[in-house]
């Protein structure tokens, strides 16, 4: 097999690890390895990521799911937001600096990131 | 209500393509005193009608490259198998302390990537 297709088989199988592991994540290791290790733009490299993650997810979805992980009285309120909260987000993508959003985003993710390991 | 809340804002920020799910797991978790292993099953079950929503239009506009798509999901599958099994296995407590760790290089990454 070539070099080209283990590293694909390889950041699959990391992806699939952090997403089953961690139950999300598996973009945020797709979308920098299409980009920085498969020279794929940015913007086709998120829609790609969708395409791999949705499978892999529902894979994970039924294993939780069997193991009594999935709560469905809390799963469907927050659906329901998260639904309407996406719409939302993605007509705000091209009207709000994304960039000072990201440091924001990235300062309150260590700081939450602290709370979750020394709570 | 509060729920609802919580799916609403993670919601606006997976939309941005930032990942909903680093802010919807501890806010269930820190908040809403929910087991680590549920919180990451509430968040792998929200995605699916959102990334269904977005694959159909990135699928018309013809933005997917499956060349590429198709081998990683064939190693993901693997890994997606792997990982839930330890997910679901391990002590709630020490996921929760690893998904901190987790979150940690998320928000380093995001804090000191250039570009863009």
Known sequence: MDKKKLKLLFIG????????????GGGTIVVPALVFLMG???YKAHATAISIILPLSIISTIIYFTNDSIPFNIAIPVTLGGIIGSFLGAKLLNKIPINILRKIFGSVIIYTAIRMIWK | MILILVGFLSGIISGMGIGGGTILIPSLVLFNNIKQQDAQGVNLIVFLPVAITALYTHYKKGNIDFSFAKLII???IIGAI?????????????LRKY??????????????????
Not at chain 1, 13 to 24: H, P, T
């Open chain 1, 13 to 24: 199988l990391v992806a699939g690890l952090v997403n089953g592991l961690f139950g999300s």
């Open chain 2, 99 to 116: 998904f901190g760790i987790f979150l940690l290089l998320i928000g380093a990454y995001e804090l000191f990537k250039k570009k863009e």
């Open chain 2, 74 to 76: 064939l190693g993901g």
């Open chain 1, 40 to 42: 794929v733009n940015d």
């Open chain 2, 82 to 94: 792997i990982g839930s099994f330890l997910a679901t296995s391990i002590n709630p407590l020490s």
